[in-house]
């Protein structure tokens, strides 16, 4: 993994353990890369003739000009978070969005649905082209800027799909929470250390709501815990973070992810032991 910074991260943990468990042969290592310095360490990573790598912020969009080729579904979004070396040449890929919809598929019926997403930066613009291919009959894009918010809807509608703007006052926010059935945070408030922190009013959530966060540390943040309070369907963060690793293995070694076991070492890593 390349990003910067990089200590926080788990995804060693999981990597690790899915290749031990498989018996491949292969080491996964995170390197800190500052933004001057990411053409030098993609070259260097080349010349190694590294199988592939995972990338962070700040280079998910930065590190395309240094890529070969990258899959559509990454091009759409704009951003990449997974890189293969095939004979030499980097080809990008993108599973933020694949990975968020696994996470809410086993608690959600997507299709036809209307979905609620806070924020409108790179995971919020790789999950809402991830829910038009799940045939959601609406997305409620809401951001403290308008205007940000506004360029990604322009992109959904322009993709076929059915977008709203809204900002993030309470008026705004519990006359869309009326409308819909699933509730995603792709913002960073509430990651640690400001965990009483939340994007969303609690007294907005429903008992008929699945609710997800991307963050993923802490493990329960007050996003969640407000939920949980009106009896809605949660989803942790680390359920995302596991599915994009697991969708990142099988691009790297065409192998299916021994997927309970990543989520089983992620949470170890996460201080949250067995729970799931």
């Not at 978070?81 to 980097?90: A, E, P």
């Not at 209307?114 to 809402?128: D, F, K, M, N």
């Amino acid at each position: 993994m390349i990003g910067c910074p990089v200590k926080h991260s788990v995804s060693s943990v999981m990597q690790n353990a899915a290749f031990s468990a498989l018996g491949i042969d292969a080491l996964y290592c995170s390197f800190n890369v500052e933004r001057d310095n990411l053409g030098d360490a993609v070259g260097g990573i080349t010349a190694l003739g590294m199988a592939g790598f995972n990338v962070t912020i700040p280079h998910k969009e930065s590190i395309i000009p240094f890529l070969d080729s990258i899959e559509k579904n990454a091009a759409a979004i704009g951003a990449v978070n997974t890189v293969k070396n095939v004979d030499g040449r980097l080809i990008g890929y993108n599973t933020d969005g694949r990975a968020a919809v696994k996470s809410l598929a086993n608690a959600a019926d997507l299709d036809g649905s209307r979905v609620l997403v806070l924020g409108a930066g790179g995971a919020s613009r790789a999950l809402c082209h991830a829910l038009l291919d799940e045939g959601v009959e609406s997305i409620h894009l809401a951001n403290r800027s308008l205007k940000r918010a506004e360029r990604l809807c322009g992109e959904l509608r322009k993709a076929g799909g059915s977008c709203t703007t809204l900002g993030l006052s309470r008026r705004e926010l519990a006359k869309s929470a009326k409308e819909v059935s699933v509730v995603v945070n792709c913002t960073s408030v509430g990651l640690t250390p400001k965990v009483d922190e939340t994007p969303f009013f609690g007294e907005l959530f429903r008992r008929d709501m699945v609710v997800m966060d991307m963050v993923y540390n802490p493990l329960e943040t007050k996003f969640l815990r407000d939920a949980l309070d009106a009896n809605a369907t949660t989803i942790a963060g680390v359920e995302m973070l596991v599915w994009q690793g697991a969708l990142a293995f099988e691009i790297w070694t065409e192998k299916k992810a021994p997927l309970e076991l990543m989520r089983d070492k992620a949470l170890n890593a996460l201080g949250g032991g067995g729970v799931k």
